[in-house]
């Protein structure tokens, strides 16, 4: 079977049962649940404030962000998306959406009916379990976020991001060394960390001159993970990247033939080496 062939729902199910536990029929249940796969462009509005959105939303490919506007007109990115994110989870509660999320390279999303999951998860405590986790964690990364912009200088906050894009697009440890691409212009990178752009460019540089990390057009490697990291103030227990197995043998039993073990496997291992535009 070609890959192309697996439901991009195997992303959704790997993503809930890092959260929870979640029983195989729930898991079969889940790669049934009706959905739309789209392609968008980089700077295409995936959610707009104000909208009532009718689906929720799971990134498959590229990097997005999620945004304010201020009465002066002024950006504000509250924070980044990576593939295997749901990027608007809190729509299955909350009617109209107070905040915009917009992709920041080509994006693949997939998009499941918001009154389904919601049903879905209401008749299953540890999908319902996984969806509040999944939320709880945002939170967490958003009062890293604060910490960031409000008590770090523009150095450590620069160093910090890079340290918390790497971590989650799993490019630390024994990847260190591999460059990965900064899906980013350096206006966005002020909008995200409250810095001008002449004070984004002189930041870089600095990390660049110290050896720190090498930034060229073909993205960023960092040669000296743990140094990185000490300059950053960075420590990813905030991050909860502990993982749970993914979609079992038995799941791909229950659903049928449409979908073979190894083809799944390759899928969720897909999501952490994916390539950013």
């Known amino acids: 079977m070609n890959e192309t062939n697996v439901s991009p729902l195997v992303a959704l199910v790997d993503n809930l049962a890092r959260h929870a536990t979640i029983s195989n029929e729930d898991r079969a249940g889940l790669l049934e649940l009706p959905y739309a796969t789209r392609r968008f462009e980089a700077g295409s509005y995936l959610v707009r404030e104000g909208d009532t959105p009718e689906h929720c939303r799971m990134l498959i490919s590229g990097v997005a962000c999620r945004h304010k506007i201020s009465g002066e007109g002024l950006r504000q990115i509250v924070s980044i998306h990576v593939p295997g994110d749901l990027i608007d989870l809190q729509q299955l509660y909350i009617e109209t959406a107070d905040h915009n999320v917009q992709t920041l390279t080509h994006c693949v999303v997939v998009s499941i009916p918001r009154v389904e999951l919601r049903e879905f998860a209401a008749d299953r405590p540890s999908v319902a379990q996984a969806i509040v986790a999944i939320v709880l964690f945002e939170l967490a990364i958003s009062r890293e976020w604060l910490l960031n912009i409000g008590r770090r200088d523009a150095r450590?906050?620069?160093?910090?991001?890079?340290?918390?894009?790497?971590?989650?697009?799993?490019?630390?440890?024994a990847t260190s060394g591999q460059p990965f691409e900064l899906p980013m212009t350096q206006e966005q990178l002020g909008d995200a960390l409250g810095l001008?752009?002449?004070?984004?460019?002189?930041?870089?540089?600095?990390?660049?001159?110290?050896?720190?990390?090498?930034?060229?057009?073909?993205?960023?490697?960092?040669?000296?993970?743990?140094?990185?990291?000490?300059?950053?103030?960075?420590?990813?227990?905030?991050?909860?990247?502990?993982?749970?197995?993914?979609?079992?043998?038995?799941?791909?039993?229950?659903?049928g033939d449409r979908y073979r073990a190894d083809t799944l496997s390759r899928c969720v291992d897909h999501r952490w080496t994916v390539q950013i535009y």
């Open 156 to 173: 450590t906050r620069i160093a910090h991001f890079l340290c918390e894009l790497a971590a989650r697009l799993g490019r630390t440890g």
């Open 196 to 255: 001008t752009v002449v004070h984004i460019n002189r930041m870089l540089k600095t990390l660049v001159r110290d050896g720190l990390i090498e930034h060229n057009k073909k993205g960023v490697t960092i040669p000296d993970w743990e140094s990185l990291v000490e300059i950053a103030d960075f420590n990813a227990r905030y991050l909860h990247l502990d993982t749970r197995p993914p979609v079992s043998d038995e799941v791909v039993k229950l659903i």
